[in-house]
């Protein structure tokens, strides 16, 4: 099962497996090749030991289930650490300690702790492989879930360190299940030495180290040092009746309809001239400036790791259909009569004789309690997705029209909105905020600020991420992509959302597109060029008059102004790393608003 000698010569991955294996023990150690026959063999081993649940390979086939521990559901933001040497270099907004001290107080932790157990080298490419723009990691893991989600999400194996040669460009991830101890989980990340070290999580967002770990943290601060970008964006192509494709990225913090906007399906005012959406990515941009100068987006991931609760035909049916096989299903319930699967928001009809997230017999007719956990989660391959684009997986990725930044409020923010330039869509990113709903935990309308939708995210100093965004606009010129910001949420006053949403959000990408090819006029405002509101295509919608796009794309000042003081709050976090243009920006903003 993958001798190291036939994988690889590199004598720097072999050195590092074997301290890794030294510090943790394991009775077996087994390089992941990729190979199908592999890959069955361990599906076939979790299915036996009970780790993982077979469904029905009729309805759902090549489709397993699976159930975390109850301590063990979601990102864990308090134990995530970005180590560094200096503490400014992390920066305010993320957690910090001296990687050696870090390094200290992690070893005794792994020391020992695959014992009994066998550890999976897993080698695996972030974007296509071939592409110059694909990076590789490798992923030391005693967990099965692991190797067979890293499948889906990655491209795993022999593949992998081909393209990664004789290099030392890898980055070094070391995950250990050990005993699930929330108090001793730690998610660290180690940007300067290419390094991320898990331990004792077996839950996906903080064990799949090509994700969140490699993908934004590592690979933003690697982009910083080697001028590119790792945005927290989703990557989605707009074709017209003619075939032409112009492609834009977007950046959503979460519960802000981001995977719904990359699976978009066009209304039918759309749909019947022809139009098309197509998915490139649903989370992850690396962004790269191409030979023409202009902005190439790549996606570095292979599959989808999506929240099922609230995923049902009409939310979002192109996420619904990639589920259809070979998937993972994390935390949601077995219906036990037919050995499918449930979760709140998928349809009326829970199964009575079902098994919920945390292990017992779950009746969804009569029980009081959800079934599945709030955020179970779904891992399915991109190629399954119906609007998955043609150029996907085009090495040179997709060239950028426009950059998209998104919140939720109720009042402030306009339907859409144009940023002055470069410089002005840099401070708009900057400010970007969300208001808490209900279903967040805490107080409503509580105004969280989530720079680019890149807070927990970013793996350095924000103050230098805004400086980067800044430079990559000067070496862009007149070839940089267009940036907006769009809210889909604003309310009435009895709190009512306002605008549709869902496949109409196209009727704001349209005027955002036209923008782009110089094809609609706007409306300047002290916050941005805004739509006039007849350039909102209403066609087929008829709770929507224009009237009321009047009111979504109203700008109250004193709101704005009021809004400013949110932003002064969050810059002067920054001291001396705030870019002196984005203070600037800020003053000019509330100079105009004041007018």
């Not at 890898?170 to 989980?185: C, L, Q, S, T, Y």
């Not at 080697?226 to 990557?235: C, K, S, Y």
């Not at 704001?508 to 006039?532: D, F, H, K, Q």
Request: charged share 25%; hydrophobic share 40%.
């Amino acid at each position: 099962m993958g001798n190291p000698n036939d994988m690889t010569t590199n004598v720097r991955v072999i050195n590092w497996v074997e301290a890794v294996t030294k510090l943790c023990q394991p009775d077996k150690v087994v390089w992941i090749d990729g190979s199908e026959a592999q890959l069955k063999a361990l599906r076939d081993e979790a299915i036996a030991t009970g780790e993982m649940t077979e469904l029905n390979q009729e309805k759902l086939p090549g489709c397993l289930w699976h159930i975390t521990a109850q301590n063990d559901v979601a990102r864990v933001e308090h134990r995530t650490f970005i180590c560094t040497k200096k503490q400014e270099d992390a920066g305010p907004t993320n957690n910090w300690m001296d990687p050696d001290a870090m390094r200290e107080k992690l070893k005794p932790l792994y020391n020992g702790c695959m014992k009994g157990r066998t550890m999976y080298v897993t080698p695996y490419c972030m974007g296509p492989v071939g592409s110059p723009f694909s990076k590789v990691g490798i992923e030391t893991t005693d967990s099965i879930y692991v190797v067979l989600n890293m499948d889906i999400m990655t491209r795993i194996g022999q593949r992998a360190l081909d393209q990664l040669g004789d290099s030392n460009d890898f980055v070094r991830g070391m995950h250990a299940k050990a005993d699930i101890d929330e108090e001793n989980r730690y998610i660290v990340q180690f940007p300067e030495d290419n390094a991320i070290w898990s331990i004792n999580s077996g839950y996906g967002g903080n064990v799949l180290l090509g994700k969140k770990c490699f993908a934004l943290r590592i690979a933003s601060y690697q982009g910083w040092k080697e001028g590119w970008m790792a945005e927290h964006m989703l990557i989605l192509g707009l074709e017209d009746p003619d075939g032409n494709v112009q492609y834009v990225t977007g950046a959503f913090p979460s519960a802000c309809g981001k995977t719904n906007l990359a699976m978009l399906i066009p209304p039918d005012v759309y749909k019947k001239k022809g139009y098309k959406v197509w998915t490139v990515g649903d989370d992850i941009a690396w962004m790269h400036i191409g030979e023409d100068g202009r902005l190439y987006a790549i996606n570095p991931e292979a599959g989808f790791f999506g929240v099922a609760p609230g995923t049902n035909e009409k939310s979002n049916y192109n996420a619904l259909a990639s589920t259809k096989k070979n998937t993972i299903f994390t935390n949601v319930v077995l219906n036990k009569d037919d050995m499918t699967v449930w979760w709140e928001g998928l349809d009326k009809n829970p199964p009575e004789n079902g098994i919920d997230w945390l292990g017992r017999p779950w009746n969804g007719k009569t029980s009081t309690e959800k079934g599945a956990n709030p955020n179970s989660r779904f891992t399915a391959p991109a190629a399954n997705c119906p609007s998955i684009s043609p150029e996907w997986e085009n090495p040179q990725g997709v060239p950028i029209s426009a950059i998209i930044f998104g919140g939720r409020r109720a009042k402030t923010a306009p339907l859409v909105y144009q940023s002055f330039d470069w410089k002005h869509g840099v401070f708009v990113g900057s400010i970007m905020a969300s208001e808490t709903t209900a279903a967040a935990a805490g107080a409503v309308g509580v105004v969280r600020r989530d720079p680019m939708a890149m807070l927990p995210f970013c793996g350095y100093n924000m103050g230098d991420y805004w400086q980067h965004w800044l430079d990559m606009g000067e070496k862009l010129g007149d070839k940089a992509p267009k940036i907006f910001n769009v809210n889909w949420f604003r309310t009435d006053d009895e709190g009512h959302f306002i605008w549709p949403g869902f496949g109409d959000n196209m009727r704001a990408l349209m005027w955002i597109l036209a923008r782009c090819n110089s094809e609609a006029e706007g409306v300047e405002t002290p916050i941005g060029t805004l739509p006039r509101a007849e350039d909102i295509n209403l066609e087929g919608l008829d709770d929507v008059t224009i009237d009321t796009v009047r009111e979504l794309l109203s700008v109250d000042n004193a709101l704005w102004l009021e809004d400013a003081a949110g932003c002064e709050e969050l810059y002067a976090k920054f001291g001396k790393r705030l870019p002196a243009e984005l203070a600037s920006q800020l003053a000019a903003q509330k100079e105009r608003l004041a007018k």
